[in-house]
T-cell receptor
Framework: GAVVSQHPSWVICKSGTSVKIECRSL??????MFWYRQFPKQSLMLMAT?????????EQGVEKDKFLINHASLTLSTLTVTSAHPEDSSFYIC??????????????FGPGTRLTVL | RKEVEQDPGPFNVPEGATVAFNCTYS??????FFWYRQDCRKEPKLLMS???SGNEDGRFTAQLNRASQYISLLIRDSKLSDSATYLC???????????FGTGTRLTIIP
């Protein structure tokens, strides 16, 4: 199956700093990637859809100025959590849509980034 | 009503038993359906897509019931390694986004 990587796998930072998370599709091109957040014992919540070469589409309630998304190439999307605060501590997971799968919109997930803001 | 709903469980099932759980969706325009498996503190992994005619992959069988708007997952001869949270996901026609259920936690007991 398709492989998606994320970096870093975990990060601990001080309140007020910014954290950048990278998501890469390793063996396929992805014009669309997705960023999710998952709090403990809760489901994945879609934050935004990242589109190569254009602006990301944010879900309702997600601050676009706080969660900056850049989809610079067909294999790389980045999420920057700006001025992180303890309430931003969560498991951030990206996924990439493998458009080569035909009629089904199969998404493959990266391994996730566990962010802890002190 | 949530777009996608699942019984959170937990389902505690003895090894070797058969277990099934459902996932209901509210939007009749939903087009594609999936089951994902998520282990603790890991990312979801695609278990299987759900086709209109139903599909089987080894011990796993997925069914779609469009009339009643639910999908199901059946696991036969359950193994200890099947313990995980099972997430259903749905997307709408013309929309790339996946909407996930909250997941059903399954524990297989020796």
């Amino acid at each position: 199956g398709a492989v998606v990587s994320q970096h870093p796998s975990w990060v601990i930072c001080k309140s007020g700093t910014s954290v950048k998370i990278e998501c890469r599709s390793l063996d396929f091109q992805a014009t669309t990637m997705f960023w999710y957040r998952q709090f403990p014992k809760q489901s994945l919540m879609l934050m935004a859809t990242s589109n190569e070469g254009s602006k990301a589409t944010y879900e309702q309630g997600v601050e676009k100025d706080k969660f900056l998304i850049n989809h610079a190439s067909l294999t790389l999307s980045t999420l920057t959590v700006t001025s992180a605060h303890p309430e931003d501590s969560s498991f951030y997971i990206c996924s990439a849509r493998d458009e080569g799968t035909g009629w089904t919109d199969t998404q493959y997930f990266g391994p996730g980034t566990r962010l802890t803001v002190l | 009503r949530k777009e996608v709903e699942q019984d959170p469980g937990p389902f505690n099932v003895p090894e070797g038993a058969t277990v099934a759980f459902n996932c209901t969706y509210s939007n009749s325009a939903s087009q594609s359906f999936f089951w994902y498996r998520q282990d603790c503190r890991k990312e979801p992994k695609l278990l299987m897509s759900v086709y209109s005619s139903g599909n089987e992959d080894g011990r796993f069988t997925a069914q779609l019931n469009r009339a009643s708007q639910y999908i199901s997952l059946l696991i036969r001869d359950s193994k200890l390694s099947d313990s995980a949270t099972y997430l259903c996901a749905v997307n709408m026609r013309g929309n790339e986004k996946l909407t996930f259920g909250t997941g059903t936690r399954l524990t297989i007991i020796p």
